[in-house]
């Protein structure tokens, strides 16, 4: 690969030729150096591409991951008005549903007994929300279903949970981590720069917070994801330095399992649907996405070794060609996909394990069924092929959707202010 990397370099731009072969030499690539692959076109946008793969096979080899979840958005209800969500609702509208606790352990049973390994908890913040909510709903899920590994509540929630039950932040951690939580998911990230959160996102988690609540965790052994949403307001320098911040954590902490960029879906957005800023764009392009998923393994090279792509945001065919752009994890099963959806992704909300490994074998990789904290369960090379319970699921209208679930009377919001 890299004799023929230098007959390519010979006919592309220097300083780019430069930055790459620091890369695979194992050097650190600043935010700076990120920006300059970023603006690649032609040969160097194709020699970015190669590197990173080169550089995804060095660290993991061709096994593409995958494990088997389900989302669990409990509330669509929230206190915030993020201007790129199209899954909350004001706590007035009608749309509004909160399920009860033995419904999500119901849907946390139903996803053990097809497979799942992981129930990924994450939802709006109701107004006047009970301290203890979080813990319970935890406790509830462990004591029915012990061996689940539990990957919820964003640091936006444990701050929001911490302020309700009028604890510290690191006490808040503790408590949820005696619940039985195994690992947040690193969400409400989006571009981790406060000027630029203050236009899309006035008033929700600072940056110094989302660091805080994320080192925490990290502290008392919670691992995270970290996540990046892109494709809407910021520049490709704000992008090049959330990914630098990311790793100076990762650095000092080393708790962060994967990285996965997420496209922003414009569609009913209110930001994009309202034109509320000049300049908004309607997601990033395809050679935007393959940069970004690129940039990230060349960047973060040495630090974190899992690149996760969002099929949901991309599609299947675009996730296909990002795994020859640097990512090696194919993300979740899902079964109910409710955020992405509201937005107006067209990918679907569930992804069969049988779909995934066979888009995975069509590129010549070899697909892994992993845990949440990328361990691998089962390899899947050469003529092993199962059929596990979730692959039977024929009629997948019996886990419900996100548009009918904000129809069903049982599970409508009540105000607890109009008691």
Not at 70 to 83: A, E, L, P, S
Not at 308 to 316: D, R, T
Not at 385 to 410: M, W
Request: glycine fraction near 8%.
């Amino acid at each position: 690969m890299e004799m023929n990397l230098e007959k390519l370099f010979k006919n592309a731009d220097p300083v780019v030729v430069e930055i790459l072969n620091n890369a695979l030499s194992e050097k650190e690539i600043s935010a700076k150096e990120g920006v300059e692959l970023y603006n690649t076109i032609g040969i160097d946008f194709h020699l970015v591409g190669l590197v990173a793969d080169e550089l995804r096979r060095r660290r993991v080899g061709d096994i593409v991951s995958y494990v088997v979840n389900r989302n669990i958005n409990f509330t669509n209800v929230c206190i915030k008005q993020c201007g790129f969500c199209a899954f909350s609702r004001d706590f007035r509208e009608e749309e509004g549903y909160f399920l009860p606790n033995e419904e999500i352990v119901r849907r946390a049973k139903e996803a053990h007994q097809l497979g799942a390994t992981e129930v990924c908890i994450q939802a709006g913040l109701p107004p006047d929300m009970e301290g203890g909510l979080y813990e319970s709903i935890c406790k509830d899920i462990k004591k029915e279903i012990p061996d689940i590994h539990i990957h919820g509540f964003s640091p936006e929630e444990i701050l929001y949970g911490a302020t309700r039950s009028g604890v510290s932040i690191e006490e808040f951690l503790s408590r949820m981590k005696d619940a039985g939580v195994n690992t947040l998911p690193g969400t409400s990230a989006e571009i981790l720069d406060q000027k630029l959160r203050d236009k899309i996102s006035p008033g929700r988690i600072s940056v110094e917070d989302w660091e805080r609540v994320i080192k925490g965790a990290h502290k008392i052994g919670i691992n995270t994801t970290s996540t990046m949403m892109f494709g809407h307001l910021e520049t490709i320098e704000d992008r090049a330095n959330h990914i630098a911040k990311l790793r100076d954590i990762q650095k000092e902490t080393r708790g962060f399992t994967e990285f996965v960029p997420l496209n922003f879906i414009p569609s009913e957005a209110p930001m994009y649907k309202h034109q509320l800023h000049e300049g908004i764009r309607e997601g990033a392009s395809g050679n935007d996405v393959l940069l970004t998923h690129a940039v990230a393994r060349i960047m973060l090279n040495n630090y974190i070794n899992n690149i996760q792509m969002s099929w949901v945001k991309e599609g299947q065919k675009m996730s296909q060609l990002l795994l020859m752009w640097g990512a090696n994890d194919f993300g979740g099963t899902l079964i109910n996909e409710s955020i992405s959806t509201s937005a107006g992704s067209e990918h679907g909300q569930l992804l069969r394990p049988k779909e995934i490994r066979r888009m995975v074998k069509e590129i010549g990789r070899i697909p892994a069924e992993r845990d949440t904290q990328y361990n691998i369960i089962k390899k899947f090379n050469g003529t092993n092929e199962v059929e596990e319970e979730l692959d039977k699921v024929t009629d997948t209208s019996q886990f419900g959707s996100y548009v009918e679930l904000i129809k069903i009377n049982k599970f409508n919001y009540k105000n607890p202010r109009r008691k």
